[in-house]
């Protein structure tokens, strides 16, 4: 493998590789720790000490409670091997096509660490998605996997060409080429169907026609009706299906061609969605908020269960509008792919970093997506420049790397899975070790009271976590909120999260560094701590010494949920 092999630090061992932890007992003392010790100690006399020692002391006693502890069987198994800060805190996505829709080869992607299938509405008829999510949840339910379902949609592509032949074709310079709407059969010489037929509408003689952000280039040099008569001025490649853009003195010629951002066809696969109950849709070209609010609403009325949408970014109005759709929707894709139709692909690495910026600033989770590993759909090594790119997103905190064509038509498709794991390990490791102790700063997001306390919790919390050197995270979390503010943080330590919301559980899997586990979860949460502890420790997955840092938005029903005092002492009593 061209990659660096993976991180194999004993348990136990990695706080003391981090060169600026200190030991636990170093921070603690030893008594501290001990896990003999009562739950109620009078000698606990400051917050943080009060924080650490529930972990650590709830391990104590050997389990009486029953029951498994919803944790999925990879995850458990990174755990036992590689310890809490061993753990990959990046979430991979793979889109599932044609070479890897086997049971079997599902079941390998879940087992190379997939956390999320992608189903790209595009391709394929309905019943072969259907078959796909029906073979994920039968992984799920008796194999133990934790992966969740997320359908892509199609949109609304108006800026598409096809010359009419299943392979590429070659464009010379100076050859000329008739763009047209006419429908015909076959491929015609030097002809191309577009898609639309107001493509060319605001089009001018002059103008440059761009296909795929640079597979080849034209120059409009005459209008006959809708159709354009364009000279090729940069030779090249014309795939089936390719897309296009028109510049104007170095500019995207911007169109509003007034379609809607989910068509007739989406709305169908969104039931369909819906329907099979999948975690998450991802709306494709999303040019503003109200489309992702509108899609909210509709899914709100349809489903008892709770669907996160996720806006794909891959138009220039989608970028002038980042703010709004980030904030209206659950989360992000950056789809590079149709990105770098509509704007410089010089651009796309700045503007990727700004994305995952503005997603973490608003507490969204994430998704760098398209060509990360391109090479691995032929070759079974990617490039040198793919790996710097994966690490690249990973450095910039991105909450998840997906796989397009590798996974869906790639022979390769596990290996590319296991490079980005592995990659995104070692960068992981890398970035830990060179931001110990330095601290995200973070936009503030709440209005209310409430919120903010929220907010300053986990944030405190992470940032202790990091300096105390915890083993891991605790929070205790019905919708997701507390878990993502935490990860927001990109702590050092593995989150993990405990919900008794199986739609939580299924979309935090998106979330980087959280660990989703589905359990009982009650009003009483020293129960619940001790519980979740004691069933970690019977698994063999905690252990003696281990400092786990507890955080909790779960408001007991007896006490006066708009007591603002009451909030910041609950978190404070379990944390
Ligand atoms: N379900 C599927 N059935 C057949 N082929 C598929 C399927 N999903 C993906 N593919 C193939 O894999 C390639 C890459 O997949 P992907 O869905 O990421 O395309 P994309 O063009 O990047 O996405 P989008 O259309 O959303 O921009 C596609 O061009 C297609 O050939
Ligand atoms: C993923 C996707 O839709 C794109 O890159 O265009
Ligand atoms: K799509
Ligand atoms: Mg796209």
């Not at 636990?24 to 008594?31: D, E, M, R, Y």
């Not at 108006?158 to 709407?181: N, R």
Request: with cysteine; glycine share 8%; charged share 25%.
């Amino acid at each position: 493998m061209a990659v660096a092999g993976e991180l194999t630090v004993p348990r136990g061992q990695i706080s003391s590789k981090i060169p600026t932890f200190n030991s636990k007992s170093q921070i603690f003392g030893v008594p501290m720790i001990s896990c003999s010790r009562g739950r109620k100690k009078s000698s606990i006399s400051t917050g943080v000490r009060a924080v650490l020692q529930v972990g650590v002391e709830a391990a104590e006693s050997v389990s009486k409670v029953g029951g498994a502890l919803g944790f999925d069987v990879v995850a458990e198994e990174e755990l036992r091997e590689k310890g809490f800060l061993g753990m990959r805190k990046t979430k991979l996505v793979c889109t599932i096509g044609p070479a890897c829709s086997s049971l079997e080869d599902l079941e390998r992607l879940a087992l190379g660490g997939m956390n999320v299938v992608r189903l790209n509405m595009c391709h394929n008829s309905r019943e072969w998605h259907w078959d796909v999510i029906r073979k994920i949840k039968k992984l799920n339910e008796e194999k133990g996997f934790c992966v969740s379902v997320m359908i892509d949609t199609e949109g609304s592509q108006i800026h598409v060409v096809d010359h009419g032949a299943p392979s590429s074709v070659k464009v010379e310079e100076g050859s000329i080429w008739l763009f047209t709407t006419k429908k015909f059969e076959g491929s015609r010489p030097f002809t191309v169907q577009a898609n639309h037929s107001g493509f060319s509408e605001g089009i001018k003689v002059g103008d440059e026609l761009v296909i795929d952000g640079g597979m080849a280039s034209f120059e409009v040099i005459e209008k006959i009706g809708n159709d354009l008569k364009c000279k090729c001025t940069d030779s090249g490649l014309f795939l089936p299906c390719a897309k296009f853009s028109f510049w104007r003195d170095g500019k995207l010629v911007e169109r509003n061609y007034k379609l809607p951002t989910l068509s007739r066809k989406d709305w169908a696969d969104i039931d369909f969605g819906i329907a099979e109950g999948v975690d998450l849709i991802a709306m494709s070209f999303v040019n503003d908020a109200d489309a992702v609010r509108n899609l909210k609403d509709y899914i709100s009325t349809k489903s008892s269960k709770s669907i996160r949408v996720l806006a794909k970014i891959e138009s220039l109005e989608s970028l002038q509008k980042l703010g709004e759709i980030v904030e209206a929707s659950d989360g992000i894709m950056i789809a590079r792919g149709d990105l770098g139709v509509e704007i410089p692909l010089e651009q796309i690495p700045a503007v990727q970093e700004e994305i995952t910026y503005v997603c973490r600033q608003m507490n969204k989770p994430v998704i760098v997506a398209s060509q990360l590993l391109e090479s691995m759909v032929e070759f079974p090594t990617p490039t040198r420049a793919e790996v710097a790119d994966v690490s690249e997103a990973v450095r910039q905190y991105a909450d998840a790397l997906m796989l397009s064509g590798e996974s869906a038509i790639g022979t390769h498709g596990q290996k590319a899975l296991s490079v980005l794991r592995m990659a995104s390990s070692r960068m992981e490791t890398w970035s830990r070790q060179e931001n110990q102790q330095s601290i995200l700063r973070h936009r503030k997001l709440g209005a209310s009271l409430p919120d903010r306390i929220a907010e300053q919790i986990c944030d405190c919390a992470a940032e202790m976590a990091n300096n105390l050197g915890v083993d891991a995270i605790f929070v205790y979390t019905k919708h997701g909120h507390m878990a993502s503010l935490l990860s927001r943080n990109r702590p050092c330590s593995p989150i993990f999260a405990f919900t008794n919301d199986k739609s939580t559980r299924m979309a935090l899997n998106l979330q980087w560094g959280v660990i989703p586990l589905f359990v009982d979860l009650t009003d009483d949460m020293e129960a619940n701590i001790a519980k979740s502890v004691d069933l970690m420790k019977v698994k063999g997955l905690a252990r003696e010494k281990d400092a786990v840092l507890v955080v909790s938005d779960i408001t007991p029903t007896a006490a006066p949920s708009t007591s603002v005092a009451f909030q910041s002492i609950q978190v404070k009593t379990i944390s």
